[in-house]
């Protein structure tokens, strides 16, 4: 980052308020070694000021600040993918000061806890307790976050959590409501659903007693323990905690989960292929000040995702086409399975006019990389349909090779492939239009893939005949060369088989002599 927006420090003395001074700007570095300045100078540091650094050290694990990340970065809450790793000086300030400064504990297990030192965490907080020092709330809470990479079984974990809550007790410090959700939150990652669901009920029963209301996390958890296991009761459980969130009293989250609980209910929903309280969660999302409860992009876009997705299984077309289009202007529906499913929809039910539609959605949405192409042209190759759909199809065509010759996008580059190709060609003859599947046909051969890969039999054999019935010779001779390149050569013979009278004789004697002849062949379709 700029120098010009970092803090500048001016005095550099070897001075304990110099040092206050680094560490006021979480100046890590700095104040490390101001510090062993000033111990190897003898000059005296005040307790205080060895609170201050040993807070600072543990916060940022002593590693130097990102002051772009710094925001973040300075609250012990927040997780980082760093580990906890040892420091002489923290080694030192802790023997020091621990027995005068229970705030010395604090520190270290809250650094501890946010840099995934879980284990010695939790040792240096019961040694704590042991030596009677009390620590406030968020303490409490933060070891409650450690317990499931602590200890092995849920027996271990809840009796744990029992002697934790009755030391709260006895020494007058209340749980709020951070404390029962990270209670939750550890009995979520067990596998046995029926003993953390009995667990979990006595939380809410204990959170009832202490006034506390659950908040929309508190159900989230509740929803994770059913979905992830498949568990019978998941589609009461949903419909159970979807009716809570919608009664709630609170407009804003009360808990950092809470923002999860809408994406959370939207795949609970979808895996119970439940599209009634997937329709209510949709519903409630955009009500009011409930976005706040979707979260983070990454949410968003999975919400709306597994929203359509679950009425892609449930609803018919006109139903699942009206909610599309609903949501397409509020989120981008930039995912490969979500697209597949929806082709396969399409396709179930004849529903080919949307397709339009849909790439236009795509197009303007920038999602063109996340497309299934091959997928989609295939469905450009449906017969039967009629003239207009047929026009707008080959706009698709048109527009997905233009893409490619533009290369406007990370991947189009490798759009075109031979089944794409292949695709177009056949759109084309169903449109009767052999002049433009001639013209994809000479795109293939130009088409660095032709050397390697194989546009498909069907399709070169359809322009064939088309070509046979055209009276277009010359080019017959070019597609017959590629398809004995490509080594069709059943397809050839059924070709020559089925129009023995329309061929020229020196075609198709050409076509039925040697291999060697034939090999001359193959090279006019390498060489037009």
């Known amino acids: ?250 407009t804003q989250p009360r808990d950092p989960a809470d923002c999860a609980f809408l994406k959370s209910a939207m795949v609970a929903a979808s895996i119970s292929n439940d599209a009634d309280t997937a329709h209510q969660l949709y519903q409630l999302a955009w009500k009011g000040t409930n976005k706040a409860f979707l979260g983070t992009s990454r949410n968003i876009f999975v919400f709306h995702n597994e929203y359509l997705n679950v009425l892609i299984r449930t609803e018919p077309m006109d139903k699942l086409m009206k909610a599309y289009t609903d949501v397409v202007p509020r989120c981008l529906i930039a995912d490969n399975k979500t697209y597949n499913a929806l082709f396969d929809t399409i396709e179930l039910y004849g529903g080919y006019h949307y397709l339009p539609q849909i790439f236009q959605d795509i197009k303007h949405g920038h999602c063109l990389v996340y497309l299934n192409y091959e997928r989609l042209t295939q469905l450009l190759t449906t017969k039967g349909l009629t003239s207009q759909v047929y026009k707008e199809f080959a706009q698709i065509a048109d527009d997905i090779y233009k893409l490619y010759e533009t290369n406007t996008g990370y991947g189009i580059a490798k759009v075109m492939t031979p089944t794409v190709y292949s695709h177009f060609i056949q759109l084309a003859l169903n449109m009767k239009d052999v002049e433009k599947a001639w013209d994809w046909f000479e795109k293939y051969l130009s088409h660095q893939h032709y050397s390697t890969g194989m546009a498909s039999p069907a399709s070169l054999r359809l322009l064939s005949q088309a070509l046979i019935d055209n009276g277009s010779i010359d080019r017959l001779a070019a597609v017959l060369g590629a398809m004995l390149q490509l080594n069709y050569k059943s397809e050839v013979d059924k070709l020559i088989a089925n129009n023995e009278d329309n061929l020229p004789g020196d075609i198709r004697d050409d076509l039925k002599a040697t291999p060697r002849r034939r090999h001359v062949w193959a090279k006019k379709g390498s060489t037009s």
């Open 1 to 250: 980052m700029s120098q010009a927006f970092t803090p500048q420090l001016i005095n550099k003395e070897e001075t304990e308020d110099c040092l206050r001074t680094y560490i006021s700007v979480e100046k890590v570095k700095e104040a490390r070694e101001m510090y062993a300045s000033l111990i190897t100078a003898e000059v005296p540091v005040s307790a205080e000021t060895k609170l201050m650094l040993l807070d600072l050290l543990c916060r940022y694990n002593c590693k130097e600040v990102d002051y772009y990340m710094a925001p973040v970065q300075k609250h012990f809450l927040t997780e980082t993918q760093e580990t906890w790793k040892p420091d002489e000086i923290i080694d030192e300030l802790f023997v020091e000061l621990s027995d005068a400064h229970p705030q010395v504990y604090i520190s270290l297990i809250c650094g501890m806890c946010k840099f995934k030192g879980y284990k010695k965490a939790h040792e240096l907080y019961t040694d704590a307790i042991e030596k009677g020092v009390l620590f406030p709330v968020e303490v409490h809470n933060q070891i409650l976050t450690t317990l499931v990479n602590v200890f092995v079984n849920i027996e271990s974990v809840t009796s744990e959590m029992e002697k934790i809550l009755n030391h709260m007790e006895q020494h007058g410090i209340r749980p709020n409501l951070e404390t029962f959700n990270n209670l939750l939150a550890q009995l979520k990652e067990f596998p046995a659903f029926t003993k953390r669901y009995s667990y979990a009920q006595r939380v809410f029963k204990e959170m009832k007693r202490c006034g506390i209301e659950p908040s929309a996390a508190s159900y989230m958890y509740i929803l994770d323990m059913v979905y992830v296991t498949r568990h019978p009761r998941q589609p009461d459980v949903v419909k159970y905690a979807v009716k809570k969130f919608a009664s709630r009293r609170e």
